[in-house]
């Protein structure tokens, strides 16, 4: 089996089936189009240029297409980027599928749906859990598949269930450590937090964002469906408000996106652990792509850092 598109060095060839993740129009300086192309495959993905495009390129070479390319792989501001030498869409004796150039998650998901299912089941609080385990099987099938977002962390399938399982082992360590905070809410509130991306993003192949995305986001989409799930359970109380202020503030401030900031000591904690998972999520991947002794690529959501993989590290 031939190596990953990450795995490859510049100035090495490539003669490789590659999937496209999205496909970008642009005008060049001498007015003549061009596709900026995101390709991957299961080690993750690299962009490349398609240069003097045409109509019909634009149209065969679209997002979610599988294409063979031969190529040869340089360094361009920073990064690793393919030069394309020539490109045509597979074909069908070739025997590829979508599945096959599709990242996933370290976990399978029967062992995150366990895990889920386990911390719901420690909950004792009766209106926490029922709200809990009616929006999982609800949504179940989806939580299972999406990513987390469309770039930065969790990018891949079954992503969204990675990241809620990471931070809900988060969650049991720090409830250790400050036995002071209520388990029910904040393991409620690590699932649920997110459960609206569901909604906001179109699924787990070349994930875009939805009109409901666009216009609503996962936030406010997943304050509805605590109201929706509390009224369909006929249950009413304080936990209801709680849980909707968790989802609410998770982001922390306004300016990320938290039309409330935390007023309640879960939430405070729950923004922490997610914002740890994700950075760390962000900077596992991008030290993946260095040898050690060398520096990563900037990353725009760390404050456009980048970071060094130390020469000892293995």
């Known amino acids: 089996m031939s190596k ?20 970008t129009k642009g005008i060049a300086s001498n007015g003549k189009p061009f596709l900026t192309l995101i390709l991957q495959d299961q080690s993750g993905e690299i962009e490349a240029k398609l240069w003097d495009a045409n109509q019909g390129d634009e149209s065969s070479y679209s997002a979610q297409t599988i294409v063979k390319i031969m190529g040869d792989i340089h ?7 393919l030069k394309i030498r020539t490109i045509r869409t597979a074909q069908d004796h070739e025997n590829v599928s979508v599945s096959d150039f599709l990242e ?6 029967d062992v995150m749906m366990e895990k889920i299912t386990q911390y719901i089941f420690e909950m004792k609080n009766p209106n926490i859990q029922r709200i809990t385990r009616h929006l999982v099987k609800k949504h179940q099938t989806a939580l299972l598949e999406y990513p987390a977002a469309t770039k930065n962390h969790h990018e891949f399938v079954s992503g969204l269930a990675y990241h809620v399982v990471s931070m809900l082992d988060l969650a049991k360590v720090i409830s250790r450590l400050y036995p002071s905070l209520d388990t029910d809410l904040l393991y409620s509130g690590v699932i649920l937090h997110d459960l609206g991306k569901v909604y906001e993003l179109s699924g787990p192949v070349a994930t875009s964002y939805t009109i409901e995305g666009n216009l609503l986001g996962h936030i406010s989409i997943m304050v509805n469906e605590i109201a929706k799930a509390a009224e369909e359970l006929s249950i009413e109380g304080e936990e209801v408000t709680m849980l909707q202020h968790i989802v609410l503030s998770h982001h922390g401030k306004a300016e990320w996106g938290s039309p409330k ?54």
């Open 104 to 109: 996933t998650a370290p976990i399978q998901k």
């Open 4 to 23: 990953g598109i990450l795995h490859y060095e510049v100035g090495e060839q490539i003669d490789l089936h590659l999937l496209i993740k999205s496909s």
């Open 261 to 314: 900031p935390p007023m309640i000591k879960e939430a405070e904690i729950l923004h922490y652990i997610d914002n740890l998972d994700a950075k760390m999520n962000m900077l596992d991947r991008a030290l993946e792509r260095v040898k050690p002794g060398e520096f990563t690529e900037r990353i725009f959501p760390l404050d456009n850092r980048t970071f060094y993989k130390p020469s000892f590290h293995k």
């Open 75 to 81: 360094h361009y501001r920073g990064r690793n980027q």
